[in-house]
């Protein structure tokens, strides 16, 4: 299984000029006192997973320019870099910028469109809209607090185990009828 190397980050949040954050182990664990930036992380990988902004804790992407969130945006455009290994330790680049209220993906340094980015990370196992990367700060909760079928709803988009809906009834009735 592929996994997450390192992210490149460049006047995202609470970090100013670029900084790298790794390289990651298979699992990590990060600590911090409070304020100190433990979500952030989460955020600039959800933010380069194509995560909207109202995910990410602000109203506009221009928030999470470092500085933005006391009015003072330290430049007009953030980046961060998410380095993907897979199984043979070829890596991929995955690279969000802010540009103005919206943003640029790029693959490798190449410009792709979000629909293009978003279907090379549901290659490698993402699915933004499913949210299943990330489990946020308080949504631990929030799952638990579902009703059941929400929560199917919610595995099932994010096992893709939906599309094997169809096929499972058809063989479990063939099975029946046996
Ligand atoms: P907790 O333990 O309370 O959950 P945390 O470690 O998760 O805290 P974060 O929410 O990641 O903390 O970070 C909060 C910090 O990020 C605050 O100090 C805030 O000032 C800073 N911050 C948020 N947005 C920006 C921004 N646009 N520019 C600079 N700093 C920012
Ligand atoms: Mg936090």
Same mark, same amino acid.
């Given at each position: 299984m592929g /996994?997450?190397?390192?992210?490149?980050?460049?006047?995202?949040?609470?970090?100013?000029?670029?900084?790298?954050?790794?390289?990651?182990?298979?699992?990590? $664990?990060?600590?911090? #006192?409070?304020?100190s930036g433990k979500s952030n992380v989460m955020d600039a990988i959800s933010f380069a997973?194509?995560?909207?902004a109202t995910c990410l804790r602000v109203k506009h992407?221009?928030?999470?320019?470092?500085?933005?969130?006391?009015?003072?945006?330290? #430049?007009? #455009?953030?980046?961060?870099?998410?380095? /993907? $290994? @897979?199984?043979?330790?070829?890596? #991929?680049?995955? $690279?969000?910028?802010?540009?103005? @209220?919206?943003?640029? /993906?790029r693959i490798n340094g190449v410009h792709v469109s979000l629909a293009k980015y978003l279907e090379a990370l549901e290659k490698i196992g993402i699915v933004t809209k499913a949210r299943n990367c990330l489990v946020f700060q308080?949504?631990?909760?929030?799952?638990?607090?579902? @009703?059941?079928?929400e929560r199917t709803k919610m595995f099932e988009c994010i096992s893709h185990s939906k599309e094997y809906a169809a096929e499972y009834e058809q063989k479990k009735e063939a099975l029946m009828k046996a």
């Amino acid at each position: 299984m592929g /996994y997450l190397k390192q992210i490149d980050i460049e006047n995202f949040k609470s970090w100013r000029g670029k900084k790298v954050i790794g390289p990651f182990m298979r699992f990590n $664990c990060i600590i911090g #006192t409070n304020g100190s930036g433990k979500s952030n992380v989460m955020d600039a990988i959800s933010f380069a997973m194509g995560e909207r902004a109202t995910c990410l804790r602000v109203k506009h992407l221009r928030e999470l320019i470092h500085g933005a969130h006391i009015g003072r945006p330290v #430049t007009d #455009t953030a980046r961060v870099s998410m380095r /993907y $290994c @897979d199984e043979e330790d070829k890596e #991929t680049v995955f $690279c969000r910028s802010i540009v103005g @209220d919206s943003s640029e /993906y790029r693959i490798n340094g190449v410009h792709v469109s979000l629909a293009k980015y978003l279907e090379a990370l549901e290659k490698i196992g993402i699915v933004t809209k499913a949210r299943n990367c990330l489990v946020f700060q308080g949504a631990v909760e929030s799952i638990a607090l579902k @009703d059941p079928k929400e929560r199917t709803k919610m595995f099932e988009c994010i096992s893709h185990s939906k599309e094997y809906a169809a096929e499972y009834e058809q063989k479990k009735e063939a099975l029946m009828k046996a």
